[in-house]
């Protein structure tokens, strides 16, 4: 009797182990199966609307890119994970500025529609803006013709649901605008969340695919988009230590490309590759190349607790280090830190970081909670 019972109990752990991955695995795969198409290379821009899908809520990017999908509320987390809306919330506002090098600008606004606790719905509003800034209007010969702009916009709505006790996701609707000199496009976006929460033991995992992009105009006259692809698959969980004041974060990102890194053909040596270690080279070992590349998807994130009000966050991304820093300076690209103040109606936020060796990125947020 006694050994049917400890079956019974070994048997309901295995299960609670496995729940959060079954339901991950399976929408990864209706991800793969819906897009119609193989899940290729979205990264290095060679797709529209690429500066408003980045994030500019400085807990995002302190953490590496990723909001921890355990203990955070914030309207601006719902931009860039709609699964994090929860229910019951009550109305607050934040708003989000990133000021980055030669001039670059980005901007975000949102705002979540309160909600009753037994409705299990939430619903949140949102708005991204970025600009350029001046820049030089040449012609094909690369003579001087003056100045343009380019800016980006989108319009976003977030829309959550819990299901279950442990389980909640989410979906989100975008409206694009780019304007870049005198040519225009215009598109939407639909992005999926699943979010699997753990309360006794301070832990939660999440599946992101952050935009399936659909291109309704692109920027020549008379061009119509059918790109229907994945910006960037992700996986993430955050745990929170019961007896320290800390709560870190792990992700893994751009699960929808496996391959990262490509041979560099302006290299005058023609045998390195785009990786962490320059001295890598096309005859590298089989487990090297795996790792290295496993290595690219990482994102680490980590905060801590410094008094009731006051916290500190890091946050590495593997990808970013690799994608900005030179071989011969590296600098402290993909390393990046930031501050939070919080009370009870209103949380300031900031976060600093070199994104290259021409310039730091810095962003700054204030939420409003009234009640």
Not at 36 to 57: C, E, I
Not at 128 to 153: I, L, Y
Not at 337 to 356: D, H, N, S, V, Y
């Amino acid at each position: 009797m006694e050994g049917n019972q400890l079956k019974i109990q070994s048997t309901n752990r295995l299960q609670g182990a496995w729940s959060p991955w079954i339901g991950m695995i399976a929408l990864f795969a209706l991800l793969v199966v819906t897009t119609g198409q193989p899940l290729g290379a979205q990264t290095g821009g060679h797709q529209v609307f690429g500066m408003v899908l980045h994030s500019s809520d400085p807990m995002t990017l302190s953490q590496g890119g990723f909001a921890p999908v355990w203990g955070t509320q914030s309207p601006l987390r719902s931009l860039s994970n709609p699964a994090l809306l929860e229910s019951g919330l009550g109305r607050s506002y934040a708003a989000a500025w990133v000021q980055r090098s030669a001039g670059l600008g980005q901007g975000e606004v949102a705002w979540v529609v309160p909600t009753p606790q037994e409705s299990r719905w939430t619903m949140a509003w949102g708005a991204r803006f970025s600009g350029t800034g001046s820049m030089a209007r040449t012609n094909p010969f690369g003579q001087m013709e003056g100045e343009h702009r380019a800016s980006e916009g989108a319009l976003i709505y977030s829309l959550a649901h819990r299901f279950s006790p442990r389980w909640n996701w989410g979906v989100q609707g975008r409206l694009y605008s780019s304007q870049m000199g005198g040519y225009a496009a215009w598109g939407g976006g639909l992005g999926l969340a699943l979010r699997y929460e753990n309360p006794e033991q301070r832990r939660a995992y999440a599946l992101l695919m952050d935009d399936l992009t659909l291109v309704f105009r692109d920027y020549l006259p008379g061009s119509l988009g059918q790109r229907l692809v994945p910006r960037r698959v992700s996986l993430i969980t955050t745990q929170s230590l019961a007896h320290l004041p800390l709560r870190w974060t792990l992700g893994l990102q751009h699960l929808e490309n496996w391959s990262l890194r490509y041979q560099d053909p302006n290299d005058p040596f023609q045998n390195r590759v785009f990786s962490l270690n320059d001295s890598d080279t096309l005859r590298e070992s089989a487990l090297s190349a795996v790792s290295q590349e496993l290595f690219l998807h990482l994102v680490l994130g980590a905060e801590i607790n410094l008094g009731k009000y006051l916290r500190f966050r890091t946050g590495y991304q593997a990808l970013s280090r690799a994608e900005w820093s030179f071989p011969e300076r590296t600098g402290g690209s993909g390393f990046r830190w930031g501050l939070a103040l919080e009370t009870k109606r209103i949380r300031m936020e900031f976060t600093t970081f070199p994104q290259t060796l021409a310039g730091r990125t810095s962003a700054f947020s204030l939420t409003f909670v009234p009640h």
